[in-house]
């Protein structure tokens, strides 16, 4: 679905898969979801045919709360590739979410330079295009 | 903690000849390949052997070829038909994995005598396809990569948080960048030996925070080989016998925030399960050849490997312990920091390290009495840990 290994000022986008359409349809209506493991009552971020704590295949779809803590974060200055370099400095975040999974997304609205660990941020999502949102995270 | 490993193969199987290429680190017009043949033969010289003896090639994925099985089309250009052959990529741990494999096959009895081979072309051989491919494949795509996360910046990341709660400092980081280019400023054929000082490191371009250019590994090209062979065997080999006593790994997780401590890696279940069929302590060690991608990664090991307690990793080094007259000598030779960085098999120099030191072939850099040696090589972001104890025959 991307073409960012022919073209390198393509940023790599998501090809979703079977496991991860419902999670990637979440992004695109600007919700989060982790799965909820009905016999042993894991949470887990991202979406799989079966929990990773258990193997049962009784997972349900709950929307997070969307509050977390940044876990820890490292600032881009040097670009991976032309693709992400009209970006940097960018922090890339480590965040711990409230229901206790934890997710890699990029801030937005946020000067890296305001950052430090444990910070609350929200959740929130950017439009990348009809099919791609991604999930991100700014200062709550 | 020690599941899965009894002590089967401790001293079963010896490393009886190491080579690299003619030179490591710009070597623009040689192949990966010619590379890979020139550290061969250089192996296959020291071990006293026929290239025809040569039964198992075990290597890595060369990231400057397109062979889908380097392991394969390296024994059709050297001229050989072995009768086990496998590609192991298990990122920078590979190293450790592989020599580790060789023990093991070995100890089977499915091969007799193993080459471990990798040449590759990081630093002049990367097409700009090539070099893109690898950076926006080396994480996930769909969890990791759209994020714009380099594989540095997950060791960053777990670099930082370090930091955070442990009060590591990046004046502790640039001690382990200063203390291996003095090594590789006494080592032949290393790619950077001008001195440098904690204030270079200090000031040097920031990367990804909290790393900056010079707590980086460099990337270089060049060719590395090892022959493995039966205790039994290796009795008759010329160069003295460097014994694999233990062989550990572990493979956490795939996706850095699956990783369950980030501060704590595999490699205290991979060097733990090495020790035990080993039979031997941390204190035991002599020397070791620590992975190094960033000079955090190494502070992180210390720590595991079981040199310091958790969390004095940034003042051990600090404290002179991981050069010579310190409690455990490392990366004599530069590392990946200095030394060079051939990618997968970036590691395997620091095994050659440890094989010289026990086998007191270092010259001005032999650590004195050395006979036994840790290898630890790690890689994606600390997903996959493998460590190597090895030892001359008066540890047998
Ligand atoms: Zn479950």
């Not at chain 2, 059709?76 to 920078?92: K, L």
């Not at chain 2, 096959?105 to 630093?123: E, F, P, Q, R, T």
């Not at chain 2, 291996?180 to 040097?204: C, F, K, W, Y």
């Not at chain 2, 002179?320 to 007259?325: E, F």
């Amino acid at each position: 679905m991307s073409n960012s290994a022919i073209d390198p000022f393509a940023k790599p986008l998501p090809s979703p898969d079977p496991d991860s359409l419902p999670l990637w349809e979440g992004f695109r209506q600007g919700k989060l979801f982790l799965q909820h493991c009905k016999d042993c009552g894991g949470i887990q971020y991202y979406h799989q045919a079966s929990c990773r704590n258990c193997q049962s295949e009784n997972l349900e779809e709950r929307e997070a709360s969307g509050r977390g803590k940044i876990h820890s974060f490292s600032v881009v200055h040097r670009a991976p590739g032309p693709a992400f370099k009209n970006d940097t400095p960018y922090a890339v975040v480590l965040v711990e979410l409230e229901e206790g999974p934890r997710m890699i997304s990029s801030m937005i609205d946020t000067n890296p330079d305001d950052l430090d660990f444990e910070l609350d941020v929200a959740f929130t999502t950017e439009k990348i295009n009809e099919e791609i949102s991604l999930p991100r995270f700014r200062l709550a | 903690m020690t599941k899965g490993v009894e002590p089967t193969i401790r001293g079963k199987t010896a490393i009886v000849g190491i080579g690299q290429s003619k030179k490591v680190g710009r070597v623009p017009g040689v192949s990966p390949l010619a590379l890979a043949v020139e550290a061969a033969n250089a192996a296959l010289a020291e071990s006293g052997m026929q290239k025809s003896e040569i039964d198992a090639v075990i290597s890595t994925q060369a990231m400057s070829t397109s062979f889908h099985r380097f392991s394969v089309a390296f024994s059709e250009y050297w001229g050989i038909v072995p009768t086990y052959s496998n590609n192991v990529q298990v990122s920078g741990a590979t190293g450790a994995a592989t020599l580790n494999e060789a023990a093991a096959i070995i100890n089977a009895g499915y091969a007799k005598n193993v080459l471990v081979v990798i040449g590759d072309s990081l630093l002049t051989g990367m097409t700009p396809d090539m070099a893109l491919r690898s950076m926006t494949e080396s994480r996930d795509q769909q969890y990791e990569m759209p994020f714009g996360i380099p594989v540095a910046n997950t060791f960053a990341m777990t670099a930082h948080r370090h930091m955070k709660e442990y009060g590591t400092t990046r004046e502790h980081f640039a001690h382990v960048a200063v203390t291996q280019r003095a090594h590789a400023m006494r080592t032949p054929g290393a790619q950077m030996t001008s001195e440098i000082t904690i204030e270079d490191v200090l000031n040097s371009k920031v990367v990804t925070t909290p790393y900056h250019k010079l707590d980086c590994a460099v990337i270089s090209d060049g060719g590395a080989a090892f022959i493995v062979t039966s205790a039994d065997r290796a009795k008759d080999c010329p160069k003295k016998p460097i014994y694999i006593l233990g062989a550990g790994e572990c493979f956490t997780h795939e996706h850095i925030f699956l990783m369950p401590e980030i501060t704590t890696t595999g490699g205290v279940t991979s060097s733990r399960n090495a020790y035990k069929m080993a039979g031997v302590t941390p204190s035991d060690i002599d020397v070791a050849g620590i992975y190094d991608c960033f000079t955090g990664t190494v502070v992180m090991m210390v720590e595991d490997l079981g040199f310091c307690k958790k969390g004095e990793g940034g003042p051990f080094i600090a404290d002179g312990n991981i050069t010579y007259g310190g409690a455990i000598p490392s990366n004599t030779h530069g590392g990946l920091l200095s030394y060079a960085h051939i990618g997968n098999g970036g590691s395997y120099f620091h095994a050659h390290e440890v094989v010289r030191q026990l086998r007191g072939e270092c010259g001005d850099r032999q650590v004195e009495g050395a006979e036994l040696g840790l290898y630890h090589a790690l890689g994606a972001g600390f997903a996959c840990a493998g460590t190597t104890v090895l030892g001359t025959e008066a540890t047998l």
